[in-house]
Every structure is written in C-alpha cells, then in structure tokens.
T-cell receptor
Framework: DVKVTQSSRYLVKRTGEKVFLECVQD?????MFWYRQDPGLGLRLIYF???????EKGDIPEGYSVSREKKERFSLILESASTNQTSMYLC??????????????FGEGSRLTVL | AQSVTQLGSHVSVSEGALVLLRCNYS??????LFWYVQYPNQGLQLLLK??????LVKGINGFEAEFKKSETSFHLTKPSAHMSDAAEYFC????????????FGKGTTLSVSS
C-alpha cells in the first residue's frame, strides 16, 4: 500500500517562528502536493511539485515556501508563522504516469496551531 | 480555470435512506471529476472518478456518481445509507494536462442517524 507520512500530527508554534512540515511518500511518486484544509473552505492548494526540485504555486502560496530536494520528500515551510496560518495541512502524492487522472494519496494531516 | 461547487455543506439522512450529495463543476475543457471521502481524523481517500467513457461511475462502499455534461454535474449517490458512511465528502475537478493539480470543493458533511 502507498503510504504518505506527515512527520507531525499536532504542532503548536508561536507567532514569528519558522515552521517546517515534512511529508514523505514511499511509492516513488513524481507529483506531490500541499493543501490547507479549513472548515467551510474545503481544501485549498498551497504548492505542488511535478518532480524533484520542481515547484509550482497553487491558489494560496503567500506566506509559504516549499522544498523538494529528494523525490520522496516534500517540505512545507512557514518562514514566519502567523495566527491566520492555524489550520490542518494535508500532503498528497500521485504517480506521474497516469497524468491528471491518477489517484491522490493523502497523509493523515498536520494540525498546526499558531499562538 | 476549473471550479467545483458542492451544494449543501451538511446533509443528514436516516440509516437505510438514499444518499444524494450534489456537485456542479465549471471547466472550459473536458473535465476529470473525482469524489473523495474523509473520515474523522484521517486523510482523504478516493471514492470514485470519471475520466472518459461511461458516464455512470461506480466506486467503493456502494457509492456511484453520474457525469452529466449538459447539467455540468457529478452528483454522488448511494441507495441505502449506513452509519459508517458518516464522513466529509469532497468533489474535485482537474483536466488532461499531466501534473495538473486537483481543485476541491468546500466539502459536504454527511450525518447518518439510526
């Protein structure tokens, strides 16, 4: 089975701190994604990566950056956390071979609280 | 650009009743459409998807959806609800371009009462 692992299920950070959210997948998938999930807003795309060292902005990239140095790992970085970044963050991966019709495999999420 | 609208943020049904979750999409090119489910404290998992071909798509756990181009809809149904169906359901759209990210709707929470 495909496994997408997010390093932290729950984090509490202070305003202004730098935050790293790590995501690792074990199925050699080329595409990886970071979404933010908020009640009533659904999932909104922050960044995605077609392959190693490639990244594309999604719908809400402001205040975030990403890193994809290895194929299996996709990191989301909050350079200076703010209270409006309190949210659930979901990582997903997808094999490139099926193109856009491929299934997304999700991690269990990282719930970030910024105080 | 594509978009998805899910009608009704919360749907309540009785056990054994029909489940109908509504989804309408907007796309300037032929869409690929998906339904994902999220159980409490878990990530999302794929229920079913429409790409091309047969417009009635069957998925896991007895769910199905019908692609209606004329109505730009992709509603999710299940003939008889079970308590275990209580979850949040997301409709999503994308297009042919390889690597294109999925665009999700805002979600519909399904409650099932006994």
């Amino acid at each position: 089975d495909v496994k997408v692992t997010q390093s932290s299920r729950y984090l509490v950070k202070r305003t202004g701190e730098k935050v790293f959210l790590e995501c690792v997948q074990d199925m050699d998938h080329e595409n990886m994604f970071w979404y933010r999930q908020d009640p009533g807003l659904g999932l909104r795309l922050i960044y995605f990566s077609y392959d190693v060292k490639m990244k594309e902005k999604g719908d809400i990239p402001e205040g975030y950056s990403v890193s994809r140095e290895k194929k299996e790992r996709f990191s989301l970085i909050l350079e200076s956390a703010s209270t409006n970044q309190t949210s659930m963050y979901l990582c997903a991966s997808r094999v490139m071979g099926q193109g856009a019709i491929g299934e997304l495999f999700f991690g269990e999420g990282s719930r970030l609280t910024v105080l | 650009a594509q978009s998805v609208t899910q009608l009704g943020s919360h749907v309540s049904v009785s056990e054994g009743a029909l489940v109908l979750l509504r989804c309408n999409y907007s796309s300037s090119v032929p869409p690929y459409l998906f339904w994902y489910v999220q159980y409490p404290n878990q990530g999302l998992q794929l229920l079913l998807k429409y790409t091309t071909g047969a417009t009635l798509v069957k998925g896991i756990n007895g769910f199905e959806a019908e692609f209606k181009k004329s109505e730009t809809s992709f509603h999710l149904t299940k003939p008889s609800a079970h308590m275990s169906d209580a979850a949040e359901y997301f409709c999503a759209v994308t297009t042919f371009e390889a690597g294109t990210a999925l665009i999700f709707g805002k979600g519909t929470t399904l409650s099932v009462s006994s």
